[in-house]
């Protein structure tokens, strides 16, 4: 890729390695003094993210964030992508014998029971540790779930699988430690409800563990077994605070969340550390911020000055999770009762209130906190404005306030689709939104933000444009995901861009409902989907068989798929027109594009044998590329012919004659109940082993898995179409 875009991104690491020199040779810059370090993805990376900087001092600022080189690691690192089943390159399908065509989906890798019911729950992630942000690790790369189980003797509350990727020897994966988190302190039967978190090395975790009646932050030092299991875990042994620095591994301590005199609860928020200061922050069911310091290097305590932590955020109604600002010195929480966003300064406590932003369901997900530019949104299930459906009910939302926020402010809002009456029907949750990789790589915050809303009727994933900064309120359907009289819960939002993939740039986005998904392969079921969303990019190289998300010209709020089938480089500027009739050609400086059409969950049907195909209809071939009628005429039989795998050339089958538009832009997995939040590990570099890029979530419901029979299921997929 040589573009105007992709250079000024080389730019700006090149600034910031100028001007992050000093404090790395002074020893006060968190960036990573040597090629190899350890990476750790959790939830609140896809909570708190960094665009690009635009100037030194915004540069100076963040260089002493660890999870922002953590993250302009990722954004750079060459990635492995393979097709499990079919052991190429994936191309996001494959082909059958005889007449049968199917595509591959999102092909499974692995999936391990967490036991019956087990989850790490709606909303959460699981947890994934690479030891290198340069290479594959079979042994010392892992991923953590927690069940959402009450621990016993034969039912862990977390586990950990290593020997993850396909390209790894033995049993993929292997259980690399798994604990009954119950017994300790004392043996309290617990659950975990929310997300785990990792220290910087990996060495320990952090998660609450509930009860029912009360809740404990539990840091955990943990050791690889080769004996433990889901159904036989181990029982890390209790150390008090004093003694957990120096603990026998395994080994965890906890403290109760509390508010002055009693003990409160927690289901809705979940830890946030920071690296740097060793601090962390939680929120609990009666609306306290608890703060930690030290956390994972020292002896770990709760403050409690008195006056001031823990904080009681909103008067007993639970908050969801925090994420902290070290740029504006604010921790900033949504309130999962009450629906207002609050900022708390980290050192005084003091309170800053936002408006009511939610009145359904409240401010479940965790704010999601731009630090370079300042901004933090927010998604509300309900706006309380009864203006959607012809002024009959409220409209789903989201807000985008700065960081600074002052008190009663409303910021910007979006709207994302009607909500319901909570008087008749409470609305769904409506779950974090994610930025695309154009806003990531913008120092003025431009792109897009993907949000999967419409949490009254059936749920439909939405792109939100920000202009420098601000939503302008140009919000183009992406696709439904269910049909339309159906309305499911949907999952977080997880947007991967993968610059170095094999045959060029490719970016996806990532999403989950949890019943009556319509995407191929769901059968109408939990079903998770991934949708291209790669940019057109100027003066950029393209070669053939990419595919691009644009508007039509026609109508600015509809998203079609172009896919390249001449290699060139593109002009400074687009096409003044971008047509939405398949088959259609552009020619953009030396590059030329054709329409697949415009983007859908819903599929295209088979190849069909003996069939009269008019003009212009598309289908699937058994090779997962759409195929367009440029003949009219009838199919040949009994099998299909041998289709032309090339974007842009032809294939004469009988009297028909079809044009390849490129692989299908969506592609999906069955997972009954729905997923988990999604990660994505991308932090691999070129000439790692087969399977070192996948994408990790959990099932919200049971179903069979691949080892350990049916119960929910730990899922590795493979980032499927991503070539």
Same mark, same amino acid.
């Given at each position: 890729m040589n573009g105007i875009a992709p250079?000024?991104?080389?730019f700006c690491f090149a600034l910031l390695g100028l001007v992050t020199l000093g404090w790395v040779l002074t020893g006060q810059a968190a960036k990573p003094t040597h090629q190899r370090f350890p990476l750790p993805t959790d939830w609140t990376h896809s909570h708190l993210v960094f665009s690009q900087p635009a100037t030194v001092e915004q540069a100076r600022l963040i260089g002493n964030e660890p999870r922002f080189w953590q993250q302009m690691e990722r954004r750079k690192q060459r990635l492995m992508v393979r097709d499990e089943l079919s052991g190429a390159s994936a191309p996001g399908f494959f082909p059958t014998a005889g007449t049968a065509q199917r595509p591959s989906a999102m092909p499974r890798d692995w999936s391990e029971s967490l036991g019956s019911g087990g989850s790490v729950g709606a909303g959460n992630y699981p947890a994934k540790f690479s030891?290198?942000?340069?290479?594959a690790n079979c042994t010392t790369d892992y991923v953590v779930f927690s069940t959402g189980l009450t621990g016993s003797s034969t039912q862990a509350s977390i586990v950990a699988y290593n020997n993850l990727y396909s390209g790894c020897g033995g049993t993929v994966p292997s259980v690399y430690w798994a604990y009954n988190t119950s017994q300790i302190l004392p043996a309290v039967p617990g659950t975990i409800k $929310?997300?785990?978190?990792l220290s910087r090395d990996g060495s320990q975790i952090a998660f609450v563990q509930t009860d029912g009646f009360g809740a404990t932050l539990v840091l955990l030092k943990w050791k690889a077994s080769t004996i433990e299991s889901?159904?036989?875990?181990?029982?890390?042994?209790?150390? $008090?605070?004093a003694l957990y620095?120096?603990?026998?591994?395994?080994?965890?301590t906890k403290f109760d969340l509390r508010d002055r005199n009693n003990v409160t609860d927690d289901t809705t928020s979940s830890v946030f550390y920071d690296y740097s200061a060793d601090t962390a922050w939680v929120g609990d069911s009666f609306g306290y911020l608890h703060k930690f310091n030290p956390v994972f290097n020292g002896i770990p305590a709760e403050s409690r000055p008195p006056g001031t932590w823990p904080r009681q955020v909103s008067v007993g109604l639970p908050l969801s999770s925090p994420v902290h600002d070290r740029i504006t010195g604010n921790v900033i929480v949504g309130g999962a009762g009450d629906g207002v966003l609050y900022r708390v300064d980290s050192g005084t406590g003091i309170i800053t209130a936002s408006q009511q932003l939610d009145f359904g369901t409240g401010l479940v997900a965790g704010p999601v906190v731009d630090s370079t530019n300042g901004s933090v949104y927010v998604s509300a299930s309900s706006d309380g404005s009864l203006v959607c459906s012809g002024g009959t009910t409220d409209c789903a939302a989201v807000y985008q306030l700065s960081t600074s926020f002052v008190a009663g402010d409303t910021g910007n809002k979006v709207t994302v689709g009607t909500s319901a009456d909570p008087a008749v029907s409470p609305p769904n949750p409506l779950y974090n939104g994610a930025f695309d990789i154009t806003y990531l790589n913008s120092t003025n915050g431009t792109g897009n933000y993907y949000v999967c809303g419409n949490t009254g009727a059936n749920p439909i994933l939405y792109q939100i444009q920000i202009q420098a900064g601000v939503p302008t309120g140009t919000v183009p359907v992406v696709s439904a995901l269910t049909p339309t009289a159906l309305s499911p819960v949907c999952s977080p939002v997880t947007d991967f861009s993968n610059p170095n993939a094999s045959g060029g740039t490719a970016e996806r986005l990532f999403v989950s409902v949890q019943n009556n998904g319509i995407a191929r392969g769901c059968s109408g079921a939990g079903c998770v989907m991934s949708f291209v969303d790669t940019p057109w990019r100027p003066l950029t190289a393209y070669t053939v068989g990419q595919e691009i998300l644009v508007f039509t010209t026609v109508n600015p709020n509809v998203l079609i798929v172009n896919v390249v089938t001449v290699a060139g480089t593109t002009a400074a500027t687009p096409p003044t027109h971008w047509p939405n009739v398949a088959g259609t050609? $552009?020619?953009?400086?030396?590059a030329r594009f054709m329409t697949q059409g415009v983007i859908n969950a819903s599929p295209l049907n088979f190849w069909v044998a003996s069939k009269g195909y008019a003009a212009k209809n598309r289908i699937i071939d058994s090779n997962g590329n759409v195929e367009f009628v440029t003949v009219a005429g009838t199919s040949g039989s009994p099998t299909h012919p041998v289709w032309s795998t090339t974007p842009g050339t032809n294939t004469t089958d009988n009297t028909v004659t079809w044009m390849n538009l490129g692989a299908y832009a969506v592609s999906a997995l069955r997972a009954n109940g729905g997923s988990s939040g999604i990660i994505i590990d991308n932090a691999v570099s070129s000439g790692t082993m087969p399977g070192a890029s996948q994408v990790y979530f959990s099932t919200l419901g049971d179903q069979l898995c691949t080892v350990g029979g049916t119960g929910g299921c730990a899922v590795q997929a493979s980032q499927s179409a991503l070539q």
């Open positions: 250079r000024f991104v080389l030891f290198s942000s340069t290479t $929310t997300s785990p978190i889901v159904t036989s875990p181990g029982i890390p042994a209790p150390a $008090t605070a620095p120096t603990c026998v591994i395994p080994c965890m050609v $552009t020619i953009n400086g030396t």
